[in-house]
């Protein structure tokens, strides 16, 4: 009898812990929505994931994540907007600048957190970089879109028309081709611009700057960094050097940037989620940029359309790409 008393008493406590911690592991739920797929992207989403997962929040355990892909179409980012508004999440994160302003259209209530995203105060997804305001907060994927002029014009010293491609109906890159034609006005080069609506466009944005210009400059414009080996494949084709904005077009075979890390970018959006899933408010947080500058070289790109790289360029490389 005493036997039989002992297991129950032993079953019930055992039966008691499993439940206490059951009640008390609280499972979150986020929506990941991200506007195309494509490095940049793909990584500032994995840095956020990971970030959680060290800070506690992780998928599969605590953590659900629904992750969908407007795969560049901007009535489906709004479609994932609606449904992530209707499903009681914890946070949505809206990745690239098209799905965060349909997040933060159509999202009240739910913490909306936003990264590569250029100018989130052009783009109204914030009141202003210091005091968002609302339920929206998040990470800058703002460009030194100056200082990376001044690099091409390092590789090529006798520059004087630069293309630029870009999709005119993203406020993201309109904001960085406008400084990119005060900075070269400065610099005394003409730019000739290539616009796409889609990426069946490209091809042909990119055989138009053929024969106008002497170097092609791609800002972090989501339709034209997606179909990236296309504009490469026709430039080198006809031996026009390409220069882009981020250091993932860099290792597909851009000749260089000065840039951010995308990857640490998302890990940045991630330590401000965990904030936010234990109390912090979005409204009472700043957006946040990435201060952390890296030049990145491709050599073998260089190399096989017969591109000289300054020595002294290749010395303070943070990273270069030889295959």
């Known amino acids: 009898m005493k036997k039989t008393l002992l297991t129950g008493l032993t079953l019930s406590i055992i039966f008691l812990f499993i439940l206490t911690s059951f009640i008390g592991a609280q499972e979150y739920e986020i929506g990941i929505s991200q506007f195309v797929e494509h490095p940049s992207l793909d990584l500032a989403r994995e840095g956020f994931v990971d970030q959680l997962a060290e800070e506690g929040f992780v998928e599969g355990e605590n953590l659900q994540i629904d ?68 339920n929206v907060t998040g990470t800058t994927d703002m ?62 944005a990119v055989s138009s700057l053929v024969g106008n210009v002497d170097a092609i400059y791609v800002p972090t414009d989501n339709i034209i960094v997606s179909a ?16 882009a904005s981020e250091n993932n077009s860099v290792e597909q075979g851009a000749i260089a940037t000065l840039g951010i890390d995308y990857y640490q970018l998302g890990k940045q959006t991630g330590s401000m989620a965990a904030r936010i899933l234990n109390g912090a408010k979005p409204a009472e947080m700043a957006v946040e940029s990435s201060e952390e500058l890296k030049l990145y070289i491709n050599q073998k790109s260089a190399s096989e359309i017969g591109l000289e790289i300054p020595a002294d360029l290749l010395e303070a490389a943070d990273t270069i790409f030889q295959e």
Do not use: C, H
Request: proline share 6%; no cysteine.
């Open 67 to 134: 992750l969908q892909n407007a795969q560049a179409d901007f009535s489906t980012a709004q479609t994932i907007a609606q449904r992530f508004n209707q499903n009681n999440l914890d946070l949505v994160l809206a990745i690239a600048t098209p799905s965060a302003q349909t997040a933060a259209n159509v999202i009240s209530e739910t913490p909306v957190l936003i990264t590569a995203v250029t100018d989130p105060v052009e783009a109204g997804v914030v009141n202003s970089m210091e005091a968002p305001g609302g």
């Open 228 to 243: 990236m080996p296309t504009v490469l494949q026709t430039a080198y084709n006809n031996q026009i050097p390409v220069f």
């Open 143 to 204: 460009n030194p879109v100056g200082k990376q002029l001044e690099l091409i014009k390092e590789f090529l010293p006798e520059l004087k028309t630069l293309g630029i491609l870009y999709n005119p109906g993203e406020v993201n890159s309109v904001v960085q081709v406008d400084l990119a034609k005060e900075k070269a006005e400065e610099m005394g080069v003409a730019i000739e611009e290539g616009t796409v609506s889609n990426s069946s466009e490209v091809s042909l």
